[in-house]
Structure formats: C-alpha cells, structure tokens
C-alpha cells in the first residue's frame, strides 16, 4: 500500500500529458511579469473617465430643456445709495383697490415689489390693509397682462401695431370726430384723483374702533353684530318700527326733546314695550340701550347702514339731532369722491352710439361689456361705434371687442394722487419701472390732447406736479420751499391741510312726514363712542338741510 498521497486536479494532470507540463512551467501570460513604460500606458485616467462620464450626462439632461440665455448678471457699475443687497425698502404710496385710497407702504428687494402693508400715518386706514389691497401687488407680476398694443377684433385689421402708430391714428379719428360734432365718450371708473378729474375736465366713515359699547339690531349675523356688546336679531321689516319705538321711549316718555317741536301722531303711537313682545326682544336690553344712548348724549351715535331706505335714515338722523350727537359729527370730514353715473345715462349712450351719433368711446378700465346688464345690449352698440379703444392691464369682454387694445401701467408703475376726505391728500409714486411696452392711462390723454409724437414718462408726472405747485402747496401753508414740500410729502405719502370749511347742516322736523308707514331692508348698529365719522346715507337728502 503506497505511503504518499498524489490529487491531481484533471485526468490529464494524472495521465502526466505533455501540455500539462508547459502549463505549469508558464503559469502567468506572455507579457505579464515583463517590466512596463508609462508611456505605454493610456493617457485617460480613472478620475479623467470619471469627469467625462458626468459632464456628458449633465449635457444630456441640459438639452432635454427649452433653457433660453436671459443674459450675463453683472453687478452695479454704480450702485444706488439706498440700495443694500439684502436690505428692503419701503416706500409711501396710495391703494387703489377700492375708493377708499388707503395709504400703504410697499416694500421692494433690489427694485422689486414684494409686500403691501398699510401706512401708519395715514389718517384713513392708520396701518390696516384688507387683502384686497395686499393682494394687489398680484396684479404686477400677473402672466396674462397685455405687454404691447394691439388690433381688436374690432377693426378687423391684422399685424403688429405699436404706441407710435396707434397714437397717430387714434389723434386723427378724434380730431375728425370733433370737427365732424360728433360725439366722444370717455367711460371711467369711480375716480378718487382730484388731477385726473382735472384731466377729464380739460379733454369730470371713517369708523372709529374705539367703542365704548356697541349694539347691534341685524337679521342675519354679521361681523359688526358678531363683535357687539348687545345683539338684536329682527326681521328687516321691523326695523323702522324699532327706531321708531326708541323716539317714543326717548321724546314721549322720558320727555327729552332738545329744543324741538312736540311729537306728532307717528311717535306717540309706538310703544317700546308693545314693539319688545310683538318681536320677543329683551325689555330689559331695550331699556338698557335707552339708558347709554341718554348717559352718553352728545358722545354716542345710531348709525343707519347704507342699504336702508331714506324713511330709516330721517328716523335715524331725528334721533341723534334728539340726543344732541350732532356734537360728535366731524365738520371737516366730506367724502369728494366721484358721484356714480345712473342707469338712464347708460340707457342715453347706448341709444347715441346705435344711432351714429357717437364718434368714438375710450374705456379708461372698465369693462362695460361685463359689468352693465345684458339687457342693455352694450356690446352691439359698441359695433356701431367707429372707433373704440381700451386702456386696460389685461383682455377682458370689452377689449376683445375694441379696434384698439391699449395696455396700461399697474399702478405700482404709475403716478397718482387720491382725496377720500376734505383735507387729506394722499399720493401714488412708481416703485418699479413698467416691467413691458405699457403706458399709464392719464400720460395716453395727455399725448393724445397734445398731438402726436409728444408723450414721455414723465408727462403725467410733470403735469400732477404742476396741479400740486399751484393748487395743495398754497393750501398747505409750508414754509419750505416746493421741492421740498413735494418730496416730504412723497416720503409720508399724505398731506393733511387742516384750514377747511363745511357747511353746517340742521335737521328738517318736516322730512318726518315722509317717513309714514314705509319699511326698511336691513338691519344698523347703534354705537357708543367719543370719536366717530357720519357719512351721508343711501339719500342725498336723508332730513338734512
């Protein structure tokens, strides 16, 4: 039995084949264990390949996209002293959301527009926005505002069309309308800008929070009845009887009249009692109302809302004359805002332009087509119109039907001036430069008035300044020179004047004879306070001489 043990790995290897023995014998290949120049080696390195591989990818993925070259960013050549990278700015201005002209204050990053927050030193708003003032600036940056003039469908013509050939041709048609004695209609929006009245001329409550207690007679909840001390759900038909039923209380009962005429019949037969079970309202409140508005006479204040009928307000006006409220009324407080077009003017031009004889409408942002009833047929008046323009930031029903399409400044890019009260003057600066080929509204007249070729940025500009030089700084009383009352007031972006007049009104005991057994539609609060604001009712008239 042999001693030594043999594996062998194949049946070759066992039999001891020739080509075993020669394998054995090179066990590496032919080249492996000889010695190596670098420069026999490829020039690519592992991390050269790596490299490669990734910027081939990016490239890949970089042309997957429609990337368009917006241009090298450079930093300033000469940058402005008031702007830090980083830092923002705040700048005065005037809200044109709504009438109210709030004053606000805009705040911008490297020029641009971010934030709307109310101006603290305005007197109509004192440092409060609604969101429909803060989301204004949404306007600005909106995709779907109009970037250059354009053809309507309403003139059937096609192509390009710029501010330079729109100008000469709109001149023209009005310059022929005028000599023709056609008629031009311009159609504005409620207008707050004493310069743009004056414009048109030449081409037309304040709530004090600081209640000291609040009542509110409502029939369905609201926010004022919400934030009450005391609230009374009635019927809105009843209304005109609650207020009634208070004079009965005030003048019949406790005797208080302040210096007027004894009551008539209207007022002895109410009953404040009888009217609290008819509506099953609390006595004890009633009473309790009756109690604060005799405690606090000459500091408190009824208060009509603004959907009530004449009848209300004159019951409601008699009952603050009783109490002597009319101390509280701020004399010097008048809203100037532009009084709201009725519907028989409507009625008049739609029936001028469908007859001939208007030559030319100029929309001054508004959208007539959308807001005016169907039935008054505006849209097909406007076709036998031979000319019509709109000045709007977007398209709207009536651009789309005009033969020219104007676009106009937002107005964060615009100059402008607004008066909601005697004596406050607030004003509208640019903080940004028109971000496409528009142009501001007011500039557009001014350029058309003047003739062709003639409008620049700064036209309306220079033209508000001038209104300002010669009709706020003499009214204003500053002893600094112009320049400085202008950018003073640019800074606060308001001018209070305080030397003003109104005429005081009284009340007229006859208006109670109209108010008969009329009924009212809502509901209005009565408010106990030392400062409030009266603004006039519904009526122009309302029992006030």
């Not at 790995?9 to 090179?26: F, I, M, N, T, Y």
Request: glycine share 8%.
């Amino acid at each position: 039995m042999p001693t030594d043990q043999n594996y062998w790995r194949s049946l070759r290897e066992l039999h001891d084949g020739k080509s075993v023995s020669e394998q054995k014998a090179s066990e590496f290949m032919a080249g492996v264990t000889d010695e190596f120049k670098l420069s026999d080696l490829s020039s690519m390195s592992r991390k050269q390949f790596l490299a490669l591989l990734s910027a081939s990818a990016a490239f890949a993925a970089a042309g997957c996209s429609n990337y368009k070259d917006k241009g090298e960013i450079v930093p300033y050549t000469k940058k402005p002293e008031e702007i830090v990278p980083g830092v923002a700015n705040h700048y005065a201005s005037t809200c044109t959301g709504c009438a109210q002209a709030c004053g606000i204050l805009i705040k911008t990053r490297e020029g641009r527009p971010i934030k709307i927050d109310g101006n603290p030193d305005h007197p109509v708003n004192r440092g409060k926005v609604c969101a429909k003032g803060q989301a204004s600036i949404l306007d600005l940056y909106d995709p779907y505002r109009l970037r250059a003039p354009q053809y309507g469908t309403g003139s059937g013509k096609v192509g390009d069309l710029t501010w330079k050939k729109a100008d000469a041709e709109i001149a023209k048609a009005l310059a022929e309308a005028s000599n023709g004695g056609k008629e031009i209609a311009l159609l504005v929006p409620a207008i707050t800008s004493p310069t743009t009245k004056k414009l048109f001329s030449e081409f037309a409550i304040m709530k004090s929070n600081d209640f000291n207690r609040l009542y509110c007679v409502e029939g369905t909840m609201s926010l004022t009845g919400a934030n009450a001390d005391h609230r009374l759900r009635l019927r809105p038909d009843a209304q005109l009887g609650f207020v009634l039923a208070l004079l009965n209380e005030i003048v019949v009962v406790r005797g208080v009249n302040n210096g007027n005429k004894k009551p008539g019949e209207l007022l002895t037969t109410a009953s404040l009692k009888r009217f609290a079970t008819e509506h099953a309202l609390s006595l004890d409140v009633l009473k309790h109302l009756v109690d604060d508005l005799l405690a606090h006479r000459g500091k408190a204040i009824v208060h009509a809302g603004s959907t009530l009928p004449e009848t209300v307000h004159i019951a409601v006006n008699y009952l603050n004359e009783i109490l002597g409220n009319t101390a509280v009324y701020k004399k010097n407080v008048a809203s100037v805002g532009s009084v709201e077009t009725p519907a028989s003017e409507f009625e008049g031009l739609v029936g001028r332009m469908k007859s001939g004889q208007v030559a030319a409408v100029v929309h001054f942002g508004v959208n007539p087509v959308y807001h005016l009833p169907r039935g008054l047929r505006y849209d097909e008046a406007l076709k036998s119109v031979r000319m019509s323009i709109s000045l709007t930031e977007t398209d709207d029903e009536t651009s789309r039907l005009c033969m020219y399409v104007l676009p106009a400044n937002h107005n964060f890019e615009s100059w402008g001036d607004h008066s909601v009260r005697t004596g406050v003057h607030s004003l509208q600066q640019p903080v940004i430069a028109p971000l496409y080929d528009t142009r501001q509204r007011e500039a557009v007249l001014l350029s058309w008035m003047a003739g062709p070729d003639t409008y620049s940025e700064s036209l309306y500009h220079q033209y508000l300044m001038n209104r300002w030089e010669k009709e706020v700084y003499p009214a204003s009383g500053a002893k600094a020179d112009f320049k400085s009352f202008w950018y003073s007031a640019l800074h606060d972006g308001v001018v209070r004047i305080e030397k003003m007049s109104v005429a005081q009104k009284s009340f007229n005991a006859a208006a109670l004879a109209s108010v008969g057994s009329a009924t009212a539609v809502a509901g209005f609060a009565v408010a106990l306070t030392e400062h409030y604001y009266l603004g006039n009712g519904r009526s122009a008239n309302n029992g006030w001489l």
